[in-house]
């Protein structure tokens, strides 16, 4: 693939990305095998941290985790301190600081960006940065809601830029979900019947009490595109996640990663379910869908919910307890990130799998270092382990869930027109409007 350097000001990058038009393929030599000191240059944006209980979020640790493979030239937040303690901690005070994204996406020596926001900022700033073309590692759960999942996958295929999402159980984690996926594939239960996918249960809280934003947070910046709200101290920072406007409760937590397991396991990762039923308690009332009030969590806490394949399985997405069962015909696995368990997999001392059952499901690779196969995919353009198209597939498993259980009905699901079939009102939920000033462009 010929590709070529341009440079960029904030200016003209941002009348591209207005324009909706993808911007031209750009990598440096490092990224594709030049000297080995010669390393990419990545910014991370969005650092995440848990002030209450500890310094460092998923940003902060997927910024640590490239430094084994890139250069961190840049860290952006807006919450100053946050962005101090993952210069120092990440970089030894070598990165540049930023504020404004968009100030990180106009240098034009940035070859990739590690994205840990708040899920709500996602999308928009991973769409501007393949504009910019910047290649994307993406925290999980990847968007907030089905069309943002259709955009980005839109400007993947456009750009050509490599993109990973964050769902490390497709790398790591002693290749026990690998392992749990090979031998379901290999016939070693059997046909699959049914799957279990236990998430745990989501969170309480509130009423909470609104306060002034500290003064190293810029409350505006970090709403973005979600709609502007006074500061509450619970919305900002880890328990973003249990409020609607920003997340999508335990669903998208760790539905992104269990869902995805299983949705894998089955073959049906590029495809969907047919039908979504699921019931749920909340923290506070509902009223078609929506919250009725600002000052209390307004995600899933207990639920239980029903999805229908093509192909004949049933996965039952729960918050009884933490790991997938699989049930087949023939026999039952299960699997979480502390076991691998069931008669099939004490079979495998006598039984044991192809030698290159794991390799041929990591696109041919090794399995191993899920930062690492992002940076190896950025030298051979290959698609990564944990790519855009089938995570949105997950995803929308996921938010498919979330409707089905906030307008408390069976939905219907045409996963080929990507539409709710005969319902209208659970059709607008598939999008978000964004606040003005902040919509995404494609």
């Known amino acids: 693939m010929n590709m070529r350097k341009t440079t960029s000001t904030r200016r003209t990058f941002m009348k591209t990305a207005a324009s909706g038009l993808a911007a031209p393929l ?50 952006c937040d807006v919450d100053r301190v946050a962005a101090e303690y993952a210069r120092h901690h990440v970089t030894d005070n070598r990165a540049d600081l930023y504020s404004d994204y968009r100030d990180v996406l106009s240098r034009d020596d940035i070859d990739a960006v590690l994205i840990g926001t708040p899920d709500h900022w996602h999308t928009k700033i991973a769409i501007e940065a393949m504009h910019a073309g910047k290649d994307v590692y993406c925290e ?31 790398s790591e984690i002693q290749n026990r979900f690998l392992t ?52 509450i101290k619970q919305r900002c920072h880890w328990t973003f996640r249990w409020w609607y406007e920003y997340s999508g409760g335990k669903l998208t937590d760790w539905g992104a990663h269990h869902v995805d397991i299983a949705q894998w396991a089955i073959d049906m990762q590029h495809t969907g379910p047919t039908t979504v039923t699921g ?23 207990a639920f239980e919910v029903n999805c229908q394949f093509a192909n004949g399985v049933e996965m039952i997405i729960h918050s009884k307890n933490n790991g997938i069962q699989f049930e087949g015909d023939q026999g039952r696995i299960f699997v979480n990130r502390g ?21 041929k499901l990591y696109n041919g690779k090794q399995p191993g270092n899920h930062m ?44 080929e027109k990507e539409q709710i079939v005969g319902d209208d009102q659970a059709n607008s939920l598939l999008a978000r409007e964004s606040r003005k000033g902040y919509a995404i462009e494609v």
Not at 388 to 401: D, E, G, I, Q
């Open 26 to 75: 750009i990598i440096s030599p490092a990224a594709l095998g030049g000297s080995p000191s010669d390393r990419p240059k990545v910014a991370a944006i969005g650092t995440g941290w848990r002030p209450d209980i500890k310094r460092v979020g998923r940003g902060f640790e997927i910024a640590r985790l490239a430094t084994k493979f890139a250069d961190v030239a840049a860290i």
């Open 140 to 170: 999980k759960p990847m968007t907030l809601t089905i069309d943002e999942g259709k955009q980005i996958c839109r400007v993947v295929q456009e750009t050509g830029r490599v993109f990973q999402v964050g769902t490390q159980q497709r």
């Open 180 to 231: 749990a996926i090979a031998l379901i594939q290999h016939g070693r239960i059997g046909k699959v019947r049914r799957v279990s996918v236990g998430i745990n249960q989501g969170e309480t809280g509130g009423p909470f009490q609104v306060t002034t934003p500290p003064p190293n947070l810029n409350w505006d910046a970090w709403l973005g595109p979600a709609p502007k709200v006074p500061y």
């Open 279 to 301: 019931t749920a308690t909340f923290p506070q009332e509902l009223k078609d869908g929506r919250p009725t009030r600002d000052d209390t969590y307004n995600t899933a806490v």
């Open 339 to 359: 076991k691998l368990v069931g008669k099939p997999v004490e079979d495998l001392a006598n039984n044991p799998l192809p030698e290159d059952a794991l390799i």
């Open 372 to 415: 690492g196969n992002f940076f190896e995919c950025m030298r051979s353009r290959d698609q990564p382990i944990s790519d855009a198209f089938s995570h949105h597939r997950t995803l929308s498993t996921c938010h498919l869930a979330n409707i089905s259980m906030r307008l408390g009905r069976r939905l219907t699901w045409d996963p």
